[in-house]
Structure formats: structure tokens, C-alpha cells
């Protein structure tokens, strides 16, 4: 009995295979190689072509020169101004009075009716608030100095203005004439209020320590008595002015290159921070111990600027304003030059194309339309064409005159490659300016880019008429 069990063998029960485990099996695998084939090609990235304005950083500080006099008090007293900022005064003209007690004064004060600023004192405080908001930085407090200043001057001007009219007719009515001076001036200029110590510094005297001061303004009120030979105020000789710049070493480089290379008088486009006004102006260069400096030279819009010293200044010396484009969708590609005469249209649809010359085994010669189109112009007279359908030493036909021209001569063309069709079409690219990565190019090249059109952003490893993926 014991020998029979041992000899028992087990029962095993053969392997099934189910038709759902055999389906999951091969959706798996085929999932695995969908995703692995995914990751390990090479992915084509597209970049969305936009219009652009780019330009590099080129602000610098300036000091304003100009033609300036001051003008001191020839006695103490309280003064009161006839003209305001920016009037033009003639010689031997009323400027200014002196009350040397101050008793005229007193009563104008104690009488003084209810006044309101004009609508164009008003227009101006406004833009000085305007002016002041764009360009205000927590690090530049002194600009806050600088709009008190400017707004005070408006002020003062409107009521010295009032006051003195009050106070010759006062003085007319009460017969003070004991204390009351009427000080001309002896020379003719533009009147200006504001003094601020730089008025006699020329370009000479300028240097790098010049840019580390700041313009102290100062202006002379109503409620100050002033000593005989204080500076009252200043009149411009001159409308000429100059800006002298404190340049970077990479500033000082470009406009020397400019400077160098300039056919007649240098000339360089400029925009002031303060307002954005644009204007082309001569300028010079020069070098001063470890300081680079240039000089502006101007000959209008100097009373916009008048109680103006130290003021920023944006060169505008390398910018464009075009189709932005990264650098790494750039490439060249090789072209042949072709008279653009020889083109001519055939068949159909009247497509563009050249008629090559073409020999039989017999020997005989026929001429073949080749449909191709003109890629880009070299000048009015050659134009590129693709390499594919031709080759070098074919022979081309002009249908007109029957002269013929050999192909051979090449040139080679920057451009990117276009995708808007799904797969690498070449565009040709005409580069208005460009930096480390990216580059602002033409829209008005011809078979060129446009807004929107979308491109290769890696141009490396694809090819014309490559399907992207």
C-alpha cells in the first residue's frame, strides 16, 4: 500500500491563455513604445513671430551750459519782479523794485484781494505733477525739492506780476518814492529767476567730480530782505545752448565710432528722460583724466529746459523697430544668381519660371520650362533662385532677346525657416539690429516674414521641407 502512493504522480493543469490578458499585453506594449519613441526623437519647437521694438540701454547724465549773467542787487530792500521765467528783456527794460523798508509792501499784504492763478499757470503746475509722477524713484529724493521748486516759481511769478502792478500804482497814489527803486536791466537776454552756482562753468572746467554736485536751486521771495549785492537773477544771452554728457567707456566707444565715421558735421539722435522729446543734434567727443565726455550742441528749445541743470539724456544710437526673432532660428542657405530677365510664365496657371537649354542623345537641343520662383532680389537686375531642378553650368534662355546666361555663380542668404504649412519652408531675413539673443528684422523683405508667422526656434538639426513634428 505504502509502495503504491509513492508512486502517484500530481496532475498539472496546462496554462490558458485569456484573450482579454493577451489584448491588455499588446496595448501595453505598444503604449511602451509610443511613449519611448516620443521621448527619445527630437521635438521641434515653434516660435510665434511678433513686431518689436528693442534697443540698448545708452541713458547718461548731462550738465546744461548756456550764455549766462547774473544780475546782483545794487541795494538791500524787498524785491519785487516785473517780467517771470522764459521773457524775453530789452535793454534799459523795468525788471524789477526794490522797497528799501518794506513799508509798500506791508500794505499791499494787509489790502491783498483774492487772487486765483491763470489757466495757464494752471496748465503748468499740472504738467510739472504729470512730469513729476513718470518719473519720480524713492533713490532720487531731491527730485521732490526740485517740483516744490518749480511749482513756487509759478506762484511767485503770478504774484510778483500782481503784486508790483499794485505797487506802482500805490506808490503813484501815495507819493513813497523815498524807498522805492525801479531797477532796468543793461543788457537784453532771457529772463530767468532760478540760481544755481553752475552759471558761470564752461566745458573746460567740466570733469568727472563736476557730475557728483547738484544744482542748489535758489529763487528770490517776497517775504526775504535781501542785502545790497545779492544775486537777484540771471538773463541768457543767447539761445545756443550745450549739453555736456558724462559717458560709460562702451558710450564714449559708439559715439567716437560715429564721430570717426561721419561724412561732414557728427550728428546723433537724442531723447530727453524727463519728456520724451526727440531731436538730432552736432556733437563732439572728448576725454578728460578717467572721464569720457561729449558734447551737444544746440540752437532751439532752450526755455523749455531754462531752469534746467543737470538732466538725463537716452542716446539713441543702436535700435530698430521690427519682426523679433531669437538668433537660433537663424541659418544660411546657398542660392544661385540669375538674371531676373530670363524669368518667364507658362502653363496653366501662368506659373513663374526659366527655360533651360537642353541637349538629346541625338545631339540635338531642346529648351524645357522649369517652374521655379525668384527667392530674393540681389539688385534690379539678379535675383536668387533654388538650387533644386538646376545645376551648375546648366544653360538658361532669355524668351525675349534669345541671349543666354550659365548658371554657376552662388550666394548665400541669412533667413529662418518657416512653419506655418506644417513643415520648413526658407524665408529670407534682412537684420536690422540684433544682440546676444535675439535679433529685430525686416518686415518688408521681400518674401519675407510677417507679423504672427510662426518659425523654427532651433534651425540646427532640421531641413527644407522637413514635416514638423
Avoid at 65 to 86: N, P, W
Avoid at 265 to 276: E, L, Q, Y
Avoid at 284 to 296: I, S, V
Wanted: hydrophobic share 35%; with cysteine; net charge neutral.
Amino acid at each position: 500500500m505504502s509502495r503504491k502512493n509513492r508512486n502517484v504522480v500530481k496532475y498539472r493543469r496546462p496554462i490558458r491563455l485569456n484573450v482579454g490578458t493577451v489584448i491588455f499585453l499588446f496595448i501595453f506594449i505598444y503604449l511602451v513604445i509610443i511613449v519611448f519613441s516620443y521621448f527619445s526623437s527630437n521635438r521641434s519647437s515653434v516660435y510665434e513671430v511678433v513686431q518689436k521694438h528693442i534697443a540698448d540701454n545708452n541713458t547718461c547724465q548731462g550738465i546744461i551750459l548756456r550764455k549766462e549773467k547774473v544780475q546782483t542787487s545794487s541795494t538791500a530792500g524787498y524785491i519785487s519782479f516785473y517780467v517771470k521765467d522764459g521773457d524775453r528783456v530789452s535793454r534799459k527794460a523795468n525788471v524789477y523794485s526794490v522797497d528799501e523798508s518794506g513799508k509798500i509792501y506791508d500794505t499791499l499784504v494787509a489790502n491783498e484781494a483774492d487772487q486765483k492763478l491763470a489757466s495757464e499757470d494752471n496748465t503748468k503746475v499740472r504738467n510739472y505733477l504729470k512730469a513729476f509722477q513718470k518719473s519720480f524713484r524713492y533713490s532720487d529724493y531731491s527730485t521732490v525739492t526740485d517740483l516744490r521748486c518749480n511749482i513756487d516759481k509759478i506762484i511767485l511769478d503770478f504774484s510778483h506780476l500782481a503784486l508790483s502792478d499794485a505797487m506802482q500804482k500805490l506808490v503813484k497814489n501815495s507819493g513813497e518814492t523815498s524807498s522805492f527803486q525801479l531797477v532796468s536791466s543793461k543788457t537784453s537776454g532771457i529772463f530767468s529767476s532760478t540760481i544755481d552756482g553752475f552759471e558761470s562753468l564752461k566745458e573746460e572746467d567740466i570733469s568727472k567730480k563736476t557730475f557728483e554736485k547738484k544744482a542748489e536751486n535758489r529763487t528770490v521771495s517776497y517775504d526775504t530782505a535781501l542785502t545790497e549785492g545779492t544775486p537777484v537773477y540771471k538773463l541768457i544771452t543767447n539761445e545756443s545752448w550745450s549739453i555736456v554728457l558724462n559717458l560709460s567707456k562702451e558710450q564714449y566707444k559708439k559715439l567716437a565710432e560715429k564721430e570717426e565715421n561721419a561724412k561732414g558735421t557728427p550728428m546723433v539722435t537724442i531723447r530727453f528722460v524727463k519728456d520724451g522729446f526727440k531731436q538730432t543734434v552736432p556733437f563732439k567727443t572728448f576725454t578728460k583724466g578717467d572721464g569720457y565726455f561729449a558734447t551737444l550742441f544746440l540752437q532751439k528749445y532752450m526755455i523749455s529746459y531754462l531752469n534746467e541743470r543737470f538732466i538725463d539724456v537716452e542716446l539713441i544710437l543702436n535700435s530698430a523697430e521690427g519682426l523679433k526673432i531669437p538668433k537660433t532660428a537663424l541659418l544660411e542657405k546657398e542660392f544661385y544668381k540669375v538674371p531676373i530677365d530670363y524669368f518667364t510664365t507658362a502653363g496653366e496657371n501662368n506659373a513663374s519660371g526659366l527655360v533651360k537649354k537642353v541637349y538629346r542623345q541625338s545631339g540635338d537641343v531642346k529648351y524645357e520650362f522649369v517652374e521655379t520662383g525668384l527667392v530674393a532680389k540681389v539688385d534690379e537686375d539678379y535675383a536668387y533662385i533654388e538650387k533644386s531642378g538646376f545645376d551648375s553650368g546648366i544653360i538658361i534662355q532669355n524668351p525675349k532677346t534669345q541671349e543666354e546666361y550659365t548658371i554657376g555663380e552662388t550666394g548665400t542668404l541669412k533667413g529662418v525657416y518657416n512653419v506655418n504649412k506644417g513643415y520648413c519652408i526658407f524665408k529670407q531675413v534682412e537684420i536690422l539690429y540684433e544682440n546676444d539673443e535675439y535679433c529685430i528684422v525686416s518686415d518688408k523683405t521681400y518674401n519675407g516674414l510677417s507679423n504672427y508667422d510662426h518659425i523654427l526656434l532651433n534651425s540646427e538639426n532640421a531641413s527644407e521641407e522637413e514635416i514638423i513634428k
